[in-house]
């Protein structure tokens, strides 16, 4: 075993190629996938009957599909001012009316990619457009061993981050940036890096603009990701995906939408072609302002065959069913006009969603600091409430193939594009009057890679040279939940079995799905990764709570000799990483404060004491049935977040010292105040003496444990 992370969704281990055929009871082949060579997996990984249960999939048995960046045209743009005409950072934020009074600052923004920037691109963008340079504490994180080559620059691969942190900070200028870099554009690094965000915890806000088509992807490997992302939810990051630029035809012509942007647990982000009201021509190359927009071509969007519909994605012409649909909302992306964007001192014009997800990034992020700097989660929610308003534009013409703009929601640019001043201003009508602060924690990891892989579902056909021995890394992603078998992907390596077991709450269902995926190779010895389940999950899809993830670079073997020995390495890689929290290696970090709503009576179990252990122990008593709650069930979001406050309360006094008590007990008063905040957005499901009697005990729980953090 190499690698088990905090929030238990992940074990690592790493072994021969025998060693894991054994342990899984899989076959690894190579393989003719495309005309290439790659390594696959032809059966499904299986469990003895009492570990079965635990597991969710096993990432990393094949090197078939990696992560693409959702970046549609470059360009080169000769030299600035002689050629005519795309959109700069000025012409954006006028066009959007990005004039929130905030600009990000105490927010951390955090790019979930591969490829490194260069800091002269930076600086270069920001003079020429008038903005500041990156705040303190920006930079870039490696996710994996030190050296690799998904955290390097990259001529060809480095436009994408270029235009992720170029449009992120223009939208955002006060806010931090961090790259955060997989160890290589494999779905297993990839899950690593989703993995290390979340036990991070860096920042409230997450973009992504690399993806992968839904009908590509193993279902576990999808399952386990969006297991990743829903505790990222539980924390208070609120993601957002790229939707994807091949319109409705994600994937080779296939009608299918594009991953993570499909996740319920992440804000799907299409495109539009804008048209400005005056400007764009030679003599007057500036945006006049606001003219109109349509659906933009290119504009991934669909209906997932994977996860079911979230609660939040209803209403405002919302077509009926129970999948999920893509996207959430849009911003421009057409290579028409596109954005100007730096990359190796050379200026380029780009294009596609992987410019809109940025943006939107820095748009929640100064939502966010008007709010106090507490994070939103998933802001579905929020989003799909203030649709119909003058939050949104409303795009009503134009196609991504299948699916056409109109009234309302559509599968071309969702909710439609941003008024960001009138966005703000209705998601948070008063102006917080604290803000957050960031610390800088330097966390040293060691991560092995790994490689994600879930159940094989057609390996391609042809069979070459079996079972060579290199070493690989798989992964097995557990939950507590239900089923036997795990999906797999297979590994041309060897890997020692890591059992894992479930732990803290939320279960989840554990699904044998098919396989395919997880690429990139690596070198001939790679640490394996077994994922295990647990950490509370705000969901609001059936039972995908806490799948597990799992990352493991696997080592592609191209020709039927491989060294027939294991070397079972797992590389430490260290890095700095700027954090919001020092709670690095906990079970489920939190970093986010949120604002408990204060009431002034509280109606009590009879006898509880004062303070202490005791007394909070005497208020949560009653779990989430007080009086006025017979027959009531909760929210699937309440009963995690209190699940997981309770939890913290255990901990907390099971604590060996007093500080980690105080930690811990100041943790649980934060969910608490989540919990707390949960039952308010409830509203009309609770019947009104439930949410009063649910909300007074929260209340007062909370401000015991706060109490209490202060006197131990």
């Known amino acids: 075993m190499t690698d088990r992370y905090p929030n ?7 072994g021969t190629v025998g060693a894991i055929e054994r342990a ?33 999939g096993v990432i990393g048995l094949d090197d078939l599909v990696e992560r693409r960046p959702r970046v549609a045209s470059v360009e080169p743009a ?54 500041p340079p990156l705040p303190a504490g920006s930079g870039q994180v490696c996710t994996g061993p030190a050296g690799s080559m998904g955290c390097k620059f ?87 995906a790229a939707s994807g630029d091949a319109g409705s035809l994600d994937c080779n012509s296939v009608l299918t939408v594009d991953n993570p942007a499909n996740s319920p647990h992440v804000i799907g982000v299409g495109g539009t072609t804008p048209a400005c009201s005056s400007g764009m021509t030679m003599g007057n190359p500036g945006c006049g302002g606001y003219g109109s927009e349509t659906g933009w071509s290119g504009s991934g969007g669909g209906v997932s065959k994977v996860f079911i519909r979230p609660a939040f994605q209803t209403g405002c012409g919302v077509p009926g069913g129970t999948e999920r649909l893509v996207p959430d909302v849009a911003l421009e992306a057409d290579t028409a006009p596109g954005n100007y964007v730096v990359k190796n001192g050379s200026w380029f014009i780009v294009g596609g969603t992987s410019g809109a997800a940025p943006q939107w990034a820095g748009y929640l992020a100064e939502i ?26 409303d795009v009503t013409s134009g196609s991504n193939g299948d699916y056409a703009a109109g009234a309302g929601y559509d599968m071309v640019t969702g909710l439609g594009t941003p008024r960001v001043a009138t966005l703000a201003a209705l998601a948070v009508p008063s102006v917080a009057t604290t803000t957050s602060s960031t610390t800088t924690v330097t966390t040293t990891s060691t991560v092995s890679t790994t490689t994600t892989i879930t159940t094989t579902s057609t390996v391609p056909t042809t069979t070459t040279s079996s079972s060579t021995t290199s070493s690989t890394t798989t992964t097995v992603t557990t939950s507590s939940s239900t ?28 699904s044998t799905t098919s396989s395919t995926t997880s690429s990139s190779t690596s070198s001939t010895s790679v640490p394996i990764t077994t994922s295990t389940s647990s950490t509370t999950t705000s969901s609001t899809t059936a039972t995908v709570p806490t799948t597990t993830t799992s990352s493991s670079t696997t080592s592609s073997t191209t020709s039927s000799t491989v060294p027939t020995t294991t070397t079972s390495t797992s590389t430490s890689s260290t890095t700095t990483v700027p954090t919001t929290t020092s709670t690095i290696a906990t079970t489920t970090t939190s970093t986010t404060t949120s604002p408990t709503t204060s009431t002034t009576t509280t109606t009590l179990p009879a006898g509880c004491p004062e303070d202490g252990f005791a007394g909070l122990r005497c208020v949560l008593a009653p779990g989430l049935q007080p009086t006025g709650c017979a027959g009531v069930t909760p929210t699937a979001r309440l009963r995690r977040r209190f699940a997981h ?51 007074e005990m929260l209340d007062d729980a909370a401000r015991r444990a706060e109490r209490l953090a202060t006197t131990i």
């Open 645 to 695: 406050a309770v939890h913290l309360v255990d901990r907390a006094e099971a604590a060996r010292t007093p500080r980690k008590a105080q930690r811990r007990i100041a943790r649980a008063a934060r969910w608490l105040a989540r919990t707390l905040r949960a039952v308010e957005d409830a509203g009309d499901r609770l019947p009104a003496g439930c949410g009063a009697a649910l909300g």
């Open 483 to 510: 089923s036997s078998t795990t999906t797999s992907s297979t590994t041309s390596s060897t890997t020692t079995t890591a059992t894992t077991s479930s732990t803290t709450s939320t279960t989840t269902t554990s």
């Open 78 to 131: 000769a030299s600035l001012g002689t050629n005519c005409c795309a959109l700069a950072p000025a012409d954006l934020a006028l066009f959007y009316d990005n004039a929130t009074g905030h600009d990000g600052s105490g927010e951390t923004i955090v790019i979930a990619g591969a490829f490194a920037w260069k800091d002269t691109d930076n600086t270069t963008f920001a003079t020429q457009w008038g903005l």
């Open 154 to 240: 990259s001529n060809s691969n480095s436009i994408e981050v270029a235009l992720d942190a170029e449009y992120s900070h223009a939208s955002a200028p006060g806010a931090r940036i961090l790259n955060y870099m997989a160890a290589s554009t494999s779905n297993s690094d990839f899950t690593q890096m989703y993995n290390r965000i979340v036990t991070d915890n860096p920042g409230h806000v997450v973009t992504t603009s690399w993806g992968a088509c839904e009908a590509a992807l193993p279902v576990g490997t999808q399952q386990t990701d969006d297991a990743v992302f829903a505790n990222a939810n539980a924390i208070g990051q609120s993601w957002f």
């Open 368 to 393: 966010d600091q008007r709010a106090g700097g507490t994070g939103f989660g998933n802001p579905g929610s929020m989003l799909y409430g203030l649709c119909g308003t003058t939050a949104f534009h």
């Open 8 to 14: 238990r969704l992940v074990v690592g281990a790493t």
């Open 24 to 56: 899984f009871g899989v076959e690894i082949h190579a393989v003719e996938h495309r005309g290439v060579t790659r390594f696959a997996s032809v059966n499904e990984p299986s469990f003895p009957e009492e570990l079965a249960a635990s597991v969710t």
